[in-house]
């Protein structure tokens, strides 16, 4: 039968026999229960049974995955795969070459292919693969003896340099711990430029769940909403305001909406800036809870609010809260900013950057020039402490940085300093304002994260100019602040920025941005 052109990737179950994942279970039951619930392709799996019960499970099945128009691939057997005419097989690495495979089985059958490097992607698309499993995406106890942990980074690169994915007609999924939290992270970070992903596999995702067909189908409906929670900037059917002059003219109704909302700014924040964090988000309209407890971040993260993850004091213990908070707000589908600190100083840092982003999706990701260095991973940019160094980069080499990373992460970038460098991957803006006093005094940048976060929570429909906003809020006061004449230095600057906060998002004189933003 010629399944080929039939055959749908969006959501594929691996089946598994061991007592770990099957239990005691049926597993006839369970994969009919997934296909009720909305499974499109069924890949039979077992490493350990006998030939003859193999051809036994394999059939059944196929009577199964018939009735729901559904091909049934075979792992590893050719020989399984012809006794019960299932539709193809899918094999790894160590299996058995794909020309071979395809001697022995009938013309349109369907082969797919285990890949993780851009090497043995470009092998099987070769040597005629019809799909490929790209893994192992994440540690997974399914499957102990993965060779390779590739991430959504890895995955990327295969999309980004073969001819796979959505692109081309050599579809791809991934494989690897993927589940209802991390499905749409997994398909939005995967993405390069217009190729994507055609779905995932899973294996316990489904086959452990307490109810296989509820958990099929909201796997199915998180794939298809994957874009909405997850876009990189505006929001799908919303319409982007792209120059200079339309963004300015939307920011007086972010603003006002901001402060007006007590929105919940749940701050992950370091020890040094938690009372003026809390106090910058009371005076430019949010509420403000400093948690670091990991446990209770699932709770908060459902109360429609953002989180600041800030690196500013890490230690071993709070690295794990970090990754409970990011995961809780990802799962609500509710905006989460990294701020890395210090990033670039030492190599604690660099790891906690790189675990971090591999643990979850960041709306915006905001650091000095060091620290968005640290981001990219680049060497070139040592830093001393958690100041912001020297600047290595001329200004239009900084707008490209930003750029370029918003495009790599899918998310927000914005590098602070002297002018502040925005960038959504398409729009990317430098702003001129602020004041040398926001310098002179300790964590006034990690402030400025909260508010960003806030703004974002806030006004949903377009993050880069929620944090646009949010940024003329904050640096436009700091200038009227600077300007005021009770402010005598670093001192008396931070009670006076404080109420500038608290006024400039109250007056709505002030809100003719157009008269005072310096974006260039
Ligand atoms: N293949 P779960 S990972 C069958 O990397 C399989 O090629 C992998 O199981 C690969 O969804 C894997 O339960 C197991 O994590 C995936
Ligand atoms: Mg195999």
Redesign the pocket.
């Given at each position: 039968m010629s399944a080929k052109s039939k055959f749908d990737l969006t959501l594929y179950l691996?089946t598994?026999s061991t007592p770990e994942?099957l239990g005691g279970k049926d597993i006839c039951h369970i994969v009919e229960e997934a296909l009720k619930g909305g499974v499109t392709l069924v890949q039979y799996?077992d490493k350990h049974a006998d030939t003859g019960l193999l051809i036994e499970t394999a059939s059944k099945l196929h009577a199964i995955t018939k009735k729901y128009n559904v091909p049934l691939l075979i792992?590893d057997r050719v020989d399984v795969c012809l006794a019960v005419g299932a539709e193809g097989v899918h094999i790894?690495q160590d299996d058995m070459n794909i020309a071979k495979a395809k001697t022995l089985l009938p013309q349109g059958a369907i082969v797919g292919v285990?890949a993780?490097s851009v090497n043995e992607a470009d092998a099987a698309i070769e040597n005629g693969a019809d799909y490929l499993?790209?893994?192992?995406?994440?540690a997974?106890?399914?499957?102990k003896d993965?060779k390779s942990i590739i991430g959504t980074r890895g995955t990327k690169l295969i999309l980004s340099k073969c001819q796979t994915g959505t692109e081309h007609n050599v579809g791809c999924v991934a494989?690897?711990?993927?589940?209802r939290s991390n499905v749409q992270r997994v398909l939005h970070q995967s993405t390069f430029g217009s190729n994507k992903l055609n779905g995932v596999?899973?294996?316990?995702?489904i086959?452990?769940a307490p109810d296989p067909q509820a958990a099929a189908s909201e796997l199915r409906d998180r794939i298809r909403s994957a874009a909405e929670q997850f876009y990189i900037s505006a929001r799908p059917g919303v319409k982007v305001a792209a120059d200079v002059e339309e963004v300015l003219g939307q920011m007086p109704a972010v603003i006002k909406k901001h402060v007006l909302s007590s929105v919940l700014c749940h701050n992950m924040t370091n020890t040094v800036v938690q009372n003026f964090a809390a106090n910058v988000c009371l005076a430019t309209g949010s509420s403000p809870i400093m948690s670091l407890n990991g446990a209770e971040a699932p709770d908060l993260a459902k109360l429609g609010g953002g989180l600041v993850i800030n690196m500013g004091t890490i230690t071993p213990d709070i690295m794990s809260a970090y990754q409970a908070g990011v995961k809780a707000y990802n799962a609500a589908g509710n905006p989460v900013l990294l701020d890395p600190v210090g990033g670039g100083a030492t190599s604690v840092r660099r790891a906690a950057i790189q675990t971090l982003l591999a643990t979850g999706f960041y709306s915006v990701i905001k650091g000095n020039e060091g620290e968005i260095g640290a981001v990219m991973g680049s060497s070139t940019t040592q830093q001393r402490g958690v100041d912001s160094g020297p600047s290595i980069s001329n200004e239009e080499q900084k707008a490209d940085i930003v750029k370029w990373l918003a495009q790599r992460e899918r998310c927000v970038v914005l590098m602070t300093g002297a002018t502040d460098y925005l960038s959504d991957g398409s729009r990317t803006v430098a702003i001129s304002n602020g004041t040398k006093l926001l310098g002179s005094i300790t964590g006034s940048g990690c402030a400025l994260g909260s508010v960003v976060t806030s703004y974002m929570a806030v006004h949903r429909d377009d993050k880069f100019v929620a944090a646009l906003a949010g940024i003329l809020h904050y640096e436009i006061a700091a200038e009227r602040a600077a300007a005021n004449p009770s402010c005598r230095g670093p001192g008396s600057f931070i009670p006076t920025f404080l109420d500038e906060l608290y006024l400039f998002g109250r007056d709505e004189e002030n809100w003719n941005l157009h008269k005072t933003a310096k974006i260039k």
């Open positions: 691996v598994d994942v799996r792992n790894g285990t993780s499993g790209i893994g192992t995406m994440f997974t106890p399914t499957k993965t494989i690897g711990s993927i589940n596999a899973v294996v316990s995702a086959m452990a």
